[in-house]
């Protein structure tokens, strides 16, 4: 198993450019999750989803979209992306929410100029 | 909302002392979980606690909760290089939604 894979693994974007980061996992997880990793402040949950089809907001969602149309795949979209979007990114699975261990990918590391 | 706490933000260490970091919660959490980040690393998940004062051992780790389900720490005996990284907790309100909230974390180096 591959786990969790995330790319691509470095981008830079110019302001107002958009883009997709692309997480798929192999282990047959129903939730997904997508979290923000600013310097020394902790994770940041963007976006979640509980299975196919579903999706919920975090702490974090403005200027995000998500969409979870297969089990394995969770993009994360960026429209207009702007300085404070400059971050490490990770994508993250469990078999059975927050009562179970989380899984993460590698993680994206964007820079917005 | 669910805030978690962490203490203290960073830590310095001689290798062979020992360390602890704390999470205190605003709210009561029904289970916590600590996951540990390597520099240049995604978190890897270390342990879940789940009952009221419930302690735990992983070799030289020791890991517990709360009596009142609001607060935990990991303690690690006689730190080595190999402990170097970023310690996060991360909690679930009771009754709350299919969110962990995560401290800040406490980064760990140790001095050989």
């Not at chain 2, 978690?4 to 009561?28: A, L, R």
């Not at chain 2, 996951?35 to 992983?58: A, D, M, N, T």
């Amino acid at each position: 198993n591959a786990g969790v894979t995330q790319t691509p693994k470095f981008r830079i974007l110019k302001i107002g450019q958009s883009m997709t980061l692309q997480c798929a996992q192999d282990m047959n997880h129903n939730y997904m999750y997508w979290y923000r990793q600013d310097p020394g402040m902790g994770l940041k949950l963007i976006y979640y989803s509980v299975g196919a089809g579903i999706t919920d907001k975090g702490e974090v969602p403005n200027g995000y979209n998500v969409s979870r149309s297969t089990t394995e795949d969770f993009p994360l979209r960026l429209e207009l992306a702007a300085p404070s979007q400059t971050s490490v990114y990770f994508c993250a699975s469990s078999y059975s929410g927050s009562a179970d261990t989380q899984y993460f990918g590698p993680g994206t590391r964007l820079t917005v100029l | 909302g669910q805030q978690v706490m962490q203490i203290p933000q960073y830590q310095h260490v001689q290798e062979g002392e020992d360390f602890t970091t704390y999470c205190n919660s605003s709210t009561t959490l029904s289970n916590i979980q600590w996951y540990k980040q390597r520099p240049g690393g995604h978190p890897v998940f270390l342990i879940q606690l789940v009952k009221s004062g419930e302690v735990k051992k992983q070799k030289r780790l020791t890991f517990q909760f709360g009596e009142a389900k609001k607060n935990s720490s990991l303690h690690i005996t006689a730190t080595q290089t190999t402990d170097v990284g970023t310690y996060f907790c991360a909690g679930r309100t009771q009754g709350g939604s299919e969110k962990l909230v995560f401290g800040k974390g406490t980064k760990l180096t140790v001095n050989p």
